[in-house]
């Protein structure tokens, strides 16, 4: 069992940043690959960003290329947000990955999740 608590979210204008954190507990972090998940109002749960256990592979949805990073330290994974968008608000959800799969787009890839932060941007 591993817990999940996020934190970080709140009200930016487009072109802000936010950094979202995520903070484990229960079991090794080390044994966990993260993700970063969002939902829309009326939309489903998509994937954001990935990091692996060692924190050396990421994976980066094309919406959030070249603005998003996702960095793990300690037992806490990060997603830096930067040059925000309104298409970027959304509830944000971390998860964990028990597996050694490569990659995890899929909510079904995951064990746990947090209960979410919410991300507002505004035009």
């Known amino acids: 069992q591993v817990q999940l608590v996020e934190s970080g979210g709140g009200l930016v204008q487009a072109g802000g940043s936010l950094r979202l954190s995520c903070a484990a507990s229960g079991r090794t972090f080390s044994n966990f690959a993260m993700g970063w998940f969002r939902q829309a109002p009326g939309k489903e749960r998509e994937f954001v960003a990935r990091?692996?256990?060692?924190?050396?592979n990421t994976y980066l949805a094309d919406s959030v290329k070249g603005r998003f990073t996702i960095s793990r330290a300690s037992n806490t994974v990060y997603l830096q947000m930067n040059s925000l968008k309104p298409e970027d608000t959304a509830v944000y959800y971390c998860?964990?990955?028990?597996?050694?799969?490569?990659?995890?787009?899929?909510?079904?890839?995951?064990?746990?999740w947090g209960q979410g932060t919410q991300v507002t941007v505004s035009s």
């Open positions: 998860a964990a990955d028990s597996t050694y799969r490569v990659s995890g787009y899929s909510t079904y890839n995951y064990d746990y």
């Open positions: 990091i692996s256990r060692s924190g050396s």
